[in-house]
RNA sequence: GGGCGUGUGGUGGAAUGGCAUACACAGCGGACUUAAAAUCCGUGGCCCUUCGGGCAUGAGGGUUCGAGUCCCUCCACGCCCACCA
């Protein structure tokens, strides 16, 4: 039965919408899966909540575009290559045919001519004019950074792949740090955009909270340092807390800063080169091993230079360490150390006997050490006597006016480093030529594509590397001898503009096409209206896709105008099972297809929309089971109700009596609540009405006074088309054989406001907030009769006992409290 | 260490400051059946002497006529970030 209906909704195009449409645009999209394989419960969560959308968006008249993709780059189909030689190409495209065929099961509804794959050509092309505009416009560069190595991957990460225990989000090895050459984006020319747009979207709380830590904007002021005895040499640092200058008793340099070596002293070399040589061999999680307060642990990783620099407001030489409790990434890679004002200094100060000096007095009872609260500035020269903030914002203006520095504004936000020495990737589109250096290759010459002739086996070269055919390429300049980048763009390259690609037809576009997408068809869809997906892409994956929609609408790709890719953004609870999620790499999976199988999918949506909050975790367990057994029992009652009812069940001949008029009210309030809930994403109690409303129909057909034929159609009709969202294949078919036609855009009902208000409602009578009595009343009553009616109640004449009530708060028609 | 979130029956969960436990799963009882499955109906927090009461939303305070809901303290769990200067 399912199957038919599928099948159906392809061959007839039922999903499918074009931009001239007459209807209002309404954009629902899930992010795109990474083909793994057939659907796993994760999916089937995403897409349920995505269709139900799409499918309530359209019964309420919207012209919905409904598009689905794959994101078909990336390691897990190279790895493939490597342990069976199967290759790439050849793999994801049997992974994508795998999941197409669980999505189309799942019966969800999608405009298939728009399905973007990231390894065709096509897109890859458009991913490489990307990067050639942004290399002219500079906002890609090379650079040799320090950067995080992946010895099982055997490639570089971005510092977003590297987890907070220093291993790698996809193979779990240890991290290591390596200096090279890479391409960058500059993502942090945006953070200040990318950070102020963020309170106007409506997307949850906590990913927008993700993000603006992850920007970590502060201000402060950057200054520079003069070394003593050494006029060509300062030393530059950042500081959020310029009002503390009076207390800097030493500075730090990480141990990666280029000043190092030239500010070593003879005396301290070797101890400095031995921490240098130490800490460049530790990953990240080793040399935060002893962050904190481990004092034996901090002893070992600093040094003195031997260097002092001049603290620019007491004039007094402070003496420089080095230590590797300062990164190199952030901010200048140097620091001014204030102990007694930063727990971090002042620790490193007591192991090395350094003085500490306060700048703001503590509370009086102040035991700690550093103290980082508000209070009265002391020693600090002009500052003193002011608060911290009258201090800071003087201390930048002293900076600015004698030169010493100026007012800064630092992000923790990073550079996108994009560069992957893996195969299965878009290629970046770049040859190094001997005499012209790094030129981009023609346009017109791109895409760059991927042989299929390469050496998967890691090497610690990159794959592309090994084939020589690849690798040789003329200098578009000059002619002359040039070699090709073997490196391939990060994966999220591609996520970051699907959505836009969607907007057209790529599956049906006359090709070649001019453009990435036609700008009005961007215009006309964008942004997204309604966005779902997993919250593990809080940070990357929609800061990136913020980012690209900026940098698409400044070089003229995109509307200038659209700023934002996802207007509304639903963040859906994982699937976990034993406290783990559910995956496949942990390989605690239940296949959604024995599902689709045994109780159909539409049993297997509505389990997924019942059990509890969209945005909670559902947790897989030994009763999860009964649960679907139970979504698909409900399921058989309303078919049975809708095709299994006779007209000999029925009778007509009765005019409107208390059990039909019982049941219309409940039929018109499932509408607003099935509505609401709808609008407010909370399925589960969106079913539980549902339910309700079957429980109301089956004992309406057992009334007394029998069924009659109009209300019972009208109860009926409700519920399946209240339910058509949830289980469209079910919905589908009932209604087909009801009434001929298709539900799919039958409009959605409205209630009646006269049937969803009551007659009566019930008075609750509290007694000192005690529940004493209950009186049905109409819901009109006043507060002097609701009062009156209240006292008089006999339960509490008797309990009052002649008592005068102190108080009497009423709340019509729902409450009245007697206080006495 | 910082930020955010969660805690309600046997279980998943419901509840604009106003009837706590909707709806479901499991359980129990019944109808139908030779029997079972399926289906249908009923029951359903805990305690007390059944009438009727009393006590229950992680613990303890507070605000309020009234708190699962708001405020404070604490406990437990989860997630994100983390020597970020």
Redesign the pocket.
């Known amino acids: 039965m399912e199957r038919r209906w599928q099948e159906r909704w392809i061959a007839e195009g039922t999903w499918e919408v074009d931009a001239d449409d007459p209807r209002p645009p309404y954009y629902v999209l899930c992010m795109y899966p990474y083909p793994s394989g057939p659907a796993h419960q994760g999916h089937v969560r995403n897409y349920t909540f995505g269709d139900l959308n799409v499918r309530w968006r359209t019964m309420l008249g919207y012209a919905v575009l409904s598009p689905i993709g794959f994101d078909s780059f990336g390691l897990p189909a190279e790895n493939a290559a490597i342990a069976t030689g199967v290759h790439p190409r050849v793999f994801t495209e049997a992974r994508i045919a795998e999941l197409r065929a669980s999505l189309v099961r799942l019966g969800a509804a999608y405009d298939w001519r728009r399905e973007v794959r990231s390894h065709d050509p096509e897109y890859m092309r458009w991913n490489q004019v990307f990067f050639v505009r942004m290399l002219e416009a500079g906002l890609a560069y090379r650079a040799s950074a320090p950067v995080n190595w992946c010895p099982g991957c055997r490639t570089v990460l971005a510092?977003?792949q590297?987890?907070?225990d220093g291993t790698c989000d996809r193979s779990g090895d240890l991290v290591e740090r390596r200096q090279l050459e890479q391409w960058f984006l500059r993502i942090t020319a945006y953070a200040d955009e990318l950070l102020e747009a963020l309170p106007a979207l409506d997307w949850p709380?906590?990913v927008k909270?993700?993000q603006r830590?992850?920007i970590?904007r502060?201000e402060?002021a950057e200054l520079s340092l003069a070394v003593q005895g050494r006029p060509e040499l300062s030393v530059e640092?950042?500081?959020?807390?310029?009002d503390t200058l009076g207390g800097v008793t030493y500075a730090?340099l990480?141990p990666e800063h280029p000043l190092v070596g030239s500010l070593t002293a003879p005396a301290q070399r070797a101890e400095v080169e031995a921490l240098v040589k130490s800490v460049a061999r530790l990953s990240?999680i080793e040399?935060?091993?002893?962050?904190?307060t481990?004092r034996v642990?901090?002893a070992k990783?600093g040094a003195f230079t031997g260097a002092h620099v001049i603290n620019p407001l007491t004039g007094a030489p402070v003496p420089v360490y080095v230590?590797?409790?300062?990164?190199?990434?952030?901010?200048?890679?140097?620091?001014?150390?204030?102990p007694a004002e930063?727990?971090?200094?002042w620790?490193?100060a007591a192991a090395y006997d350094l003085p500490v000096v306060r700048t703001v007095a503590p509370p009086q009872a102040w035991e700690g050490e550093a103290y980082i609260g508000d209070g009265v500035k002391i020693n600090s020269s002009f500052m003193d006597g002011m608060t911290v903030t009258e201090a800071r914002a003087e201390a930048i203006e002293w900076l600015e006016r004698t030169g010493f520095g100026t007012r800064k504004v630092?992000?923790?936000l990073r550079d996108w480093l994009i560069s992957r020495q893996r195969y299965w990737g878009c290629p970046i589109p770049v040859v190094y030529c001997e005499r012209c250096g790094v030129v981009p290759v023609p346009e017109d010459e791109l895409p760059v594509m991927l042989p299929d002739d390469v050496e998967f086996a890691p090497t610690g070269e990159p794959p592309l590397a090994s084939c020589p055919e690849f690798v040789k390429a003329l200098c578009p300049r000059c002619g002359g001898p040039a070699r090709r980048e073997t490196d391939t763009m990060d994966t999220f390259v591609d996520s970051s503009w699907y959505f836009l690609r969607m907007c057209d037809l790529p599956q049906g576009a006359p090709a070649p096409p001019t453009a990435p997408f036609d700008p009005a068809a961007v215009a006309r869809w964008m942004p997204v209206d309604t966005y779902i997906g997993g919250?593990?892409h809080?940070?990357m994956h929609l800061l990136y896709a913020r980012f690209f929609t900026r940098v698409l609408g400044d070089l003229d790709f995109a509307p200038a105008a659209l700023r934002e890719p996802f207007g509304r953004l639903f963040t859906q609870g994982?699937i976990r099972m034993g406290?783990?999620?559910m995956s496949k790499s942990k390989g605690n999976v239940v296949a959604p297809e024995r599902y689709f199988d045994s109780v159909g999918a539409d049993a297997l949506r509505v389990f997924h929309l019942?059990?509890?909050?969209p945005a909670?975790?559902?947790?897989w367990?030994s009763?999860t089971d009964?649960?679907i057994?139970?979504?698909?029992?409900?399921l058989?009652?309303v078919w049975?109700l809708a095709v299994g009812v006779s007209a000999a069940d029925e009778t007509s001949d009765r005019a409107g009596a208390a059990p039909d008029l019982a049941l219309r009210r409940v039929t018109h309030r499932a509408i607003q609540a099935v509505t609401r809930?709808f609008e407010r994403w909370?399925y589960?109690?969106a079913?539980?009405?549902?339910?309700?409303l079957?429980?109301a129909i089956?004992?309406y057909l057992?009334c007394p006074e029998g069924p009659q034929t109009a209300t019972l159609t009208e109860a009926v009709d409700t519920l399946l088309l209240l339910l058509n969202p949830m289980a469209p294949h079910l919905v589908a078919e009932c209604w087909e054989r009801r009434h001929g036609g298709e539900v799919s855009t039958q409009p959605w009902p409205v209630a009646d406001p006269d049937l969803v208000r009551d007659d009566t409602?019930?008075l609750?009578v509290?007694l000192?907030?005690?529940?004493?009595d209950?009186l049905e009343v109409d819901p009109g009553i006043s507060e002097s009769e609701a009062a009156a009616l209240a006292l008089a109640s006999p339960?509490v004449v008797e309990?009052l006992a002649g008592v005068e009530p102190r108080?009497v708060?009423v709340?019509p028609p729902?409450?009245?409290?007697i206080?006495v």
Request: hydrophobic residues 35%.
């Open positions: 510092n977003e590297v987890l907070a709380e906590r909270v993700m830590n992850w970590g502060s402060g640092v950042f500081t959020t807390r310029p730090v990480a990240d040399r935060q091993a002893g962050a904190g481990d642990a901090l990783r230590a590797d409790y300062v990164l190199m990434g952030y901010g200048t890679g140097a620091i001014m150390a204030v930063d727990q971090r200094d620790d490193f630092n992000y923790r919250v593990t809080a940070i994982m406290g783990r999620a019942s059990v509890g909050p909670d975790d559902v947790d367990t009763q009964e649960l057994e139970g979504c698909a029992r409900w058989g009652r049975r809930d909370s589960n109690t079913v539980a009405r549902l339910r309700e079957t429980n089956h004992a057992g409602t019930t609750v509290q000192n907030g005690k529940v004493r209950r339960k309990r108080r708060v709340r729902n409450l009245v409290n206080v």
